[in-house]
């Protein structure tokens, strides 16, 4: 694939991918390491395996066949956003977008008490789509005892201790994040609840 088919696809910049095949660059966060696992159709975590010089992995042909578990994601929504009567689907690709412009929000200037406190809330909700996201692909990591792929990617994250901002369940699904990962000891009681929710996602074919 040339940089603009993978532009094209979901994936970085032109200007980010030059920087990344010249080397010089610092690590790409989180961000554009998703736009490539899903330009390239790799599994997640790849990206952030072949940088530090691995290899990546591809997603399983759906035309071949295989199991759910290893189909996975490899069907790719025609359009970002897709209404269903299930609800909005959003793909890889406009999340990373709009984590990324979430992001840009934090350095807008001069912003009144009032506006700061709308970008907080803003930046909350964003939080909260990527970090769905985040949990789902680590239960499926976890399931394929393939966690170190997307360690590799979310360590800053991870290691972060849950952030007093936002509500309790907020902290709960970081907790829970981090418990998937191996980065946190709950208590017996949120444990056993953990234990369970985990083999929910497995029943549910989310792994």
Same mark, same amino acid.
């Given at each position: 694939?040339?940089?603009s088919d993978v532009r094209l696809a979901g994936g970085p910049s032109d200007l980010t991918l030059r920087k990344i095949e010249r080397g010089t660059t610092t690590r790409p966060d989180f961000v554009t390491l998703a736009k490539l696992d899903n330009a390239l159709r790799w599994i997640p975590g790849s990206a952030g395996r072949a940088f530090e010089g691995g290899d990546p992995t591809p997603l399983p042909d759906p035309q071949r066949g295989g199991d759910s578990a290893s189909t996975?994601?490899?069907e790719r929504p025609a359009q970002p956003i897709t209404a269903t009567e299930y609800g909005v689907f959003v793909r890889t690709d406009a999340l990373a977008d709009l984590t990324k412009k979430g992001r840009a929000l934090d350095n807008l200037p001069g912003?009144?008490?009032e506006q700061a406190a709308g970008v907080t809330e803003l930046r909350h909700a964003i939080d909260r789509l990527t970090r769905a996201w985040i949990?789902?692909?680590?239960?499926?990591a976890r399931h394929r005892d393939s966690?170190?792929?997307?360690i590799l990617v979310l360590d800053d994250h991870l290691r972060a201790p849950p952030s007093? #901002? %936002?509500? /309790?369940?907020?902290?709960?699904?970081l907790r829970y994040l981090r418990?998937? #990962? %191996?980065? /946190?000891?709950?208590?017996p009681a949120d444990a056993k609840r953990y234990e369970i929710r985990f083999s929910k996602s497995v029943e549910s074919g989310a792994s």
């Open positions: 694939m040339s940089q996975v994601g490899a912003l009144s008490q949990v789902h692909q680590a239960e499926i966690l170190n792929d997307l007093k #901002a %936002g509500t /309790e369940q907020d902290q709960d699904e418990w998937l #990962a %191996g980065y /946190e000891t709950p208590n």
